[in-house]
Structures are given as C-alpha cells and as structure tokens.
C-alpha cells in the first residue's frame, strides 16, 4: 500500500501563485507516475498534470505555461506549482500515483480557492 499526503492547498488572489505538495509513503517501489487532478464544485474530476519517474511530465492545456510539476525521488515528494493564477483554477486537489496513469491510490484533496 501507498500513502499519499498533500498539502499546499489555500485561498490566493487572481494572479499569484501556490505550490502544492504531495509525499508518498509505503510501498514507493510500485510507484513510477505522479501527478495531480483536481474537482470544481459540479464538474468531473480532471487531470492536471503527471510526470513519470524518469521526469517526463504532462500538463493539462487549461495549465500549461502556468504550472510546473515536479518531484523529488529522494523525498518521495511531487510538487505543483501554480502561477497565474486564475478563479477558475478553484478546486479541490487531489494527489495520484500509480505504476502507470490507472492511478492505484489517491491522497486527500487540498482546497485552492482563487479569488477575483
């Protein structure tokens, strides 16, 4: 089993920036893919961004040029940074990792709320 634990979440003005947080804990062996999805209120839950262990990421259109993941291997850790904010960016943010983008587990969701 996995653990996954993530932080970083917060309110924030249009336009500035956040860095969310996401480490792994367990069975990190069975771990090559990271990435991050999040849910607005009424909306499906979508994909953000991934990167695989060799650091390759993927970036949903609505967010490239503006975030940038990450990991760090050493501290089983996968970071979100978040520029450019934008109110539509709200959402609840939830941490994935897997053997490959199936996602086997899932963090809890941290709260990111851009005000206009």
């Known amino acids: 089993q996995v653990q996954l634990v993530a932080s970083g979440g917060g309110l924030v003005q249009a336009g500035g920036s956040l860095r969310l947080s996401c480490a792994a804990s367990?069975?990190?062996?069975?771990?090559?893919?990271m990435g991050w999805y999040r849910q607005a209120p009424g909306k499906q839950r979508e994909l953000v961004a991934f990167i695989t262990s060799r650091g390759i990421a993927n970036y949903a259109d609505s967010v490239k040029g503006r975030f940038t993941i990450s990991r760090d291997n050493t501290k089983n850790t996968v970071y979100l940074q978040m520029n450019s904010l934008k109110p539509e960016d709200t959402a609840v943010y939830y941490c994935a990792a897997g053997a490959d983008t199936r996602w086997n587990y899932w963090g809890q969701g941290t709260q990111v709320t851009v005000s206009s």
């Open positions: 367990g069975s990190i062996f069975s771990i090559n893919h």
